[in-house]
């Protein structure tokens, strides 16, 4: 069974700090990965997705996530934060071939401060 | 565009009793997913239905939880004789088929507690 672990439950940063969210999971066969954002008041949305191919995938908002195959990683990228980037981000994985259920972290917490 | 819609938003309810948790998935979208969201932690799967084949229910944590779909539309996530430790946001979300390749879409939620 896959698993998915996000080590840092709370971030805060300032306006324009760079971001790097942490994602590992554990599957040994190939694996979609997902990353979803919860704003304050609204429902999870896709953020960005990786199947296949180049493994530095780049989102919505500025946002990018690389693949490192090698370190079952995908963490979450932003080099300039704003304000209305406060949210919960949650990443998320699906092992292909297997259940059609994504399994996901226990979610990021991040506050931008103006 | 209508997205998922689920209802009540808020639901609050003593120990003991019964509740029923709605969730319209956006039509067309044949696969559907209910989650759970205690506070601090991640998503927990429940179950997934997908067109008419047997639903996934191995996520469900008792036997006072179950859930239906009729029609290949609309859910309904059912708690019996609800316990305090029930209380947390229950997501209900729909994709367009079975490919993993479609993302979920979800819906604002209902919050539930229980006094």
């Known amino acids: 069974a896959q698993s998915v672990s996000q080590h840092n439950h709370h971030v805060i940063l300032s306006e324009a700090a760079s971001l790097e969210l942490g994602c590992n999971y554990s599957?040994?066969?190939?694996?979609?990965l997902f990353w979803y954002v919860q704003y304050p008041g609204q429902h999870l949305q896709l953020l960005l997705k990786y199947f296949s191919g180049d493994p530095l995938v780049k989102g919505i908002k500025g946002f990018e996530a690389e693949f490192i195959k090698s370190k079952f990683s995908f963490n979450l990228r932003k080099p300039s934060v704003q304000w209305s980037d406060t949210a919960e981000y949650f990443c998320a994985v699906n092992a292909r071939g297997g259940s059609y259920i994504p399994t996901f972290g226990r979610g990021t917490s991040l506050i931008v401060h103006p | 565009g209508a997205g998922v819609s689920q209802s009540p938003s808020n639901k609050v309810t003593e120990k003991g009793k019964d509740v029923e948790l709605r969730c319209d998935p956006i039509?067309?979208?044949?696969?559907l997913y209910w989650y759970r969201q205690s506070l601090g932690q991640g998503l927990e799967f429940l179950i997934y239905f997908q067109g008419n084949s047997a639903p996934d229910k191995s996520g469900l944590p008792s036997d006072r939880f179950s859930a239906e779909r009729t029609g290949g539309s609309v859910s309904t996530l059912t708690i019996q004789r609800t316990q305090q430790e029930d209380s947390a946001v229950y997501l209900c979300?729909?994709?367009?088929?079975?490919?993993?390749?479609?993302?979920?879409?979800f819906g604002d939620g209902t919050r539930l507690s229980i006094l």
């Open positions: 599957y040994g066969g190939t694996v979609n």
């Open positions: 979300a729909s994709s367009l088929g079975r490919t993993v390749l479609q993302p979920q879409h």
């Open positions: 039509s067309g979208h044949t696969a």
